[in-house]
């Protein structure tokens, strides 16, 4: 692809906060296509390492090279958190808000965000205020507005936490057009299930360490005692 | 206890008869205190909001002042504004002295501080909601800026209006920089400071009156125009 702002590598990266290091040293490369599910229990630094890498975190060693100036990088990827933030606007109009930032006319950023939102199955919604959808709908919200800018990189941090199966089930029908479509995907899950489903490959952090990384297959065969324990369910000291 | 039904009586009368002199001076009243109001929010909002989405080191110090700013005792402001636009002063050349202007201005320094901050107090909660999307999308400060005062907009009417109450109930600096002539710069508040020292208590209570029903119609107006309060809105 020209001007790709892929690969990134990952080097030594790792976060301090209130003088204890919550990640790293974490030494990564991000390349190819497809979807890289980040596992790990609950304070296992999935989501700092996603927003170190999308830009959202004070890194404090180690480094982060994108294949492109960081002007070009910031504008082709974007975040979709665990709880969305929704604007105090309409549906269509928080859809349109990252086109209206690049200076897209108002109508036609409008117009595109319309469809996009009846692509995610919004289009009913399309005028009513955003805080009032539901869960699922507010995460299909968020997704359509990280995907309007055709992003190559995608990050999601745990996109269908608390979410119903049916919910799950569409939101991972769009991620799958997404990466079949050149979007390269990071995203971190607590669903085994899913992770089976939509992994290319998988990236196993604990203790903010990046224990194991290997295709789909390590669920079945992991390599590691932790990998392993986690998998069988087991709770993790 | 009378004088209060007295001087209701009379505001009544005045209003009913569509007296003239109250009608000028409610006028003045008005159109010194909106234009006040107006300059104060230009100012005061994109400050309220700049400061809500910058981290700068001497951040706290400034907030400190601004709220310390909204205590700003009038009489002092008018005697500064004064002592500007006097004969002898910097800008005296410019004849603002004993003008609807002169009294704008003196407000606008009086009630900017409590538009800045009401506002940088609504802003800085949004914006702790916006914050990590805003940077993701990777805004601009000025998109930033836009986008909270734009979605904020409900929050930063109460900022104006808090800012138009102070205005329009000031008698303090106007009195000094206006003069309170009869015809030219006379408001409701320097009337009722004149008539109450003349022992003018039913028309001076009339004036009071006018005034808060004033207050009262400017704030009603503003929520039905804005649509606020309603279900459904935010």
Redesign the interface.
Known sequence: MVGSILPLQVDALSLRRGGRRILGPISWVLAGAGITVVLGPNGSGKTSFLRAMHGLERINHGDLQWAAPMSLVRAKQSFVFQTPILMRRSVVECIAYPLLLDGVPRGQALIQASDAATEVGLGAVLNQPAQVLSGGEKQKLALARALIRVPEVLFLDEPCANLDGRSTRDIEAILAVARDAGTRIVMSTHNLGQARRLADDILFLYNGQLVEAGPNSILETPTTPELAAYLNGDLLP | MDELWQGLAHAARLIWGFDPDLLEIAGLSLRVSLGATFVASLIGLPLGAWLAVNRFRARRVVIAILNALMGLPPVVVGLFVYILLSRSGPFGVLGLLFTPTAMVIAQVIIITPIVASIAHQALRD?WA??H??L??????RG?RIK?LLW??RRALLTASLAGFGRAIGEVGAIMIVGGNIDHVTRVLTTAIALETGKGQFGLALALGFVLIALAIAVNLCVHFLSRTERS???
């Open positions: 949004l909601d916006y990590d999307l940077i993701s999308l990777n805004a601009s998109q986008a979605d904020g459904g809105r935010w």
